[in-house]
Structures are given as structure tokens and as C-alpha cells.
């Protein structure tokens, strides 16, 4: 019984995320098509965050490179670190 409840419960969530992304993804077609009928333009939002993974090892890496893997904390090969994306 309790299986069943999680099951249905887990079904919901995923179903308000999915409705979710599609009212997003319609919202923006909509701005898309009245900016294209105004005579304008649509410029969609950037996404702000980024994740880093560090997949190359050491050797041959020049210092400034191996300065920035030290400041995002990028040590061993497979690390990753969320960045957030800003104009710098």
C-alpha cells in the first residue's frame, strides 16, 4: 500500500514538472512570435549557472590554467564545481 501511494505521489511530481516546462516553453515561443509581429526582437533569458568538470590531467598546463583549476577547486581529474555566470 505505502509502494503504491510513493508511486502515485512520485507520478504527480513528475507530472507538475512537466507542465511546468511546457508552460516555459510555450511562454517563450509566445514572446517569440508577439516581438516577431511588433517588429522586434525576442532575445531568450542565458542560463546563470554552469557546471565545470576538470577531465585533463596536469602536464603541459601553463600556470595562469592551472591557477584558475586551483581557484575552482578543479584538483583531481572528474572533479566538477557549479559556477555562476555573471559578465566577468
Not at 554552469?50 to 586551483?70: C, D, H
Amino acid at each position: 500500500m505505502l509502494r503504491k501511494a510513493r508511486r502515485k505521489l512520485i507520478y504527480e511530481k513528475a507530472k507538475h514538472y512537466h507542465k511546468e516546462y511546457r508552460q516555459m516553453y510555450r511562454t517563450e515561443i509566445r514572446m517569440a512570435r508577439m516581438a516577431r509581429k511588433a517588429g522586434n526582437f525576442y532575445v531568450p533569458a542565458e542560463p546563470k549557472l554552469a557546471f565545470v568538470i576538470r577531465i585533463r590531467g596536469i602536464n603541459g598546463v601553463s600556470p595562469k590554467v592551472r591557477k584558475v583549476l586551483q581557484l575552482l577547486r578543479l584538483r583531481q581529474i572528474f572533479n566538477g564545481t557549479f559556477v555562476k555566470l555573471n559578465k566577468a
